[in-house]
């Protein structure tokens, strides 16, 4: 679990994505490996509008539970 706690961090990494979270106004995005049988499937990206701060223990406890 990988969380961008400033999504300008992605601007020069991921400038597409960047640039679609910033004109939804999202602030931090948190990114989740998703496991398969033998290998990684995927990813799950979860974006936030206002910033976690002390919300942050409780989404990575509720985010564990989902994936």
Known sequence: MYFVDDISELETTFPRLYKELKNDGTKEVVFCCLEGI??????????????????????????????
């Open 38 to 67: 033998c290998d990684e499937v995927g990813f799950l990206m979860v974006s936030f509008r206002d910033p976690l701060g002390s919300r942050r223990k409780k989404v990575q406890k509720e985010l564990f539970k989902k994936v």
